[in-house]
């Protein structure tokens, strides 16, 4: 009779798929058996799993298509290492490569590839994600991308759900800010109180009057836990920024539209590619080296100027 079968062996023995091999027994010493390798190192498989029952048929037929067809299949959402897949078939990339061009699957980089259906249901699934999550924390800018694939239904890879979500931002239907994502349409701020508006007003009007040297935080918000989600809210979207300070017993907030005018001062005065020190944009704002060093930093991190030991440009372009 022949069948699958999985082996287990009392040693380590070196082979690949697609090697043939022959079975004896001990004693008497004779051939009982052969056949043909379909899988190394692989976890114990449960006898009557159909998945993977039908997986080792399509290996076993030797038809490379319908294997890659079925590897594809199996691994949905988590996608398939083209890479890998050529060592284990002796395949040549370019066949395999048209493989998978002939079965229809995304090829989303050079290596990483994913069935259409299951990359459309991860796409539809992160969009509901979203949804729920938006209904549920309704002050609440979005999610993570970390957070976001561990909230989807489908077992899928990271870099999948990144490329879902990068194709979602592309098309209009997600949002990215400060690596939060959100539905495209989704504003937090239309869904709050009278009250919850005039805490918004409060709060940014607090840091507004501040300028480049603004309050405490904790002596704006206070202990009020209503005044703590809108600050949160107002962080989250951007309204307000918390700058990066080596002093741990200081937390340097400033208003965004604050620091939009100290950017457009320091761009002005310092176009590209004209050299600036600390000195230099603190004489010009009219502020402190305490808040300056946060600002530039600030501006460093995102982007806009580029640091060269004491001095900065503004970046090219």
Not at 25 to 37: A, D, E, F, L, N
Not at 94 to 110: C, D, F, Q
């Amino acid at each position: 009779e022949s069948g699958l079968a999985q082996l287990k062996l009392d040693r380590a023995v070196a082979t690949r798929p697609t090697e043939r091999l022959l079975l004896r027994s001990y004693s008497p010493m004779r051939t009982i058996g052969g056949g043909q390798i379909l899988g190394v190192a692989t976890k114990r498989h449960r006898r009557f799993d159909a998945g993977v029952n039908a997986r080792l048929e399509s290996e076993a037929s030797g038809d490379v298509e319908r294997i890659v067809a079925q590897r594809l299949e199996d691994a949905a959402g988590e996608g398939i290492l083209l890479g890998a897949l050529c060592k284990a078939l002796g395949a040549e990339p370019e066949a395999l490569g048209e493989i998978v061009t002939r079965l229809s699957a995304i090829r989303l980089s050079e290596d990483l590839a994913v069935t259409s259906r299951a990359y459309e249901t991860l796409r539809a699934e992160a969009v509901a994600v979203l949804e729920r999550f938006h209904s549920t924390h309704p002050l609440k800018k979005g999610l993570d991308v970390a957070s976001l694939a561990n909230e989807l239904p489908s077992k899928a890879s990271i870099e999948v759900v990144q490329h879902a979500v990068q194709d979602l931002v592309a098309g209009g239907k997600l949002r990215r800010s400060q690596e939060l994502l959100s539905l495209a349409a989704y504003d937090p701020f239309a869904r709050l109180t009278e009250r919850e508006r005039k805490l918004v007003g409060d709060l940014e009007q607090a840091f507004l009057a501040g300028g480049l040297e603004p309050p405490p935080p904790d002596a704006v918000v206070g202990p009020a836990k209503a005044a703590q989600v809108i600050y949160a809210l107002l962080l989250e979207t951007g309204r307000l920024v918390r700058l990066k300070t080596y002093d741990r017993n200081a937390e340097i907030v400033m208003h965004a539209s604050a620091i939009e005018d100290a950017w457009q001062a320091i761009a002005g005065q310092f176009p590209y590619p004209r050299p600036f020190a600390v000195k230099d944009v603190r004489d010009l704002l009219r502020s402190t080296r305490k808040h300056v060093v946060p600002l530039l930093e600030h501006f460093d991190a995102t982007g806009r100027t580029v640091r060269s030991g004491d001095v900065r440009r503004v970046r090219e372009g």
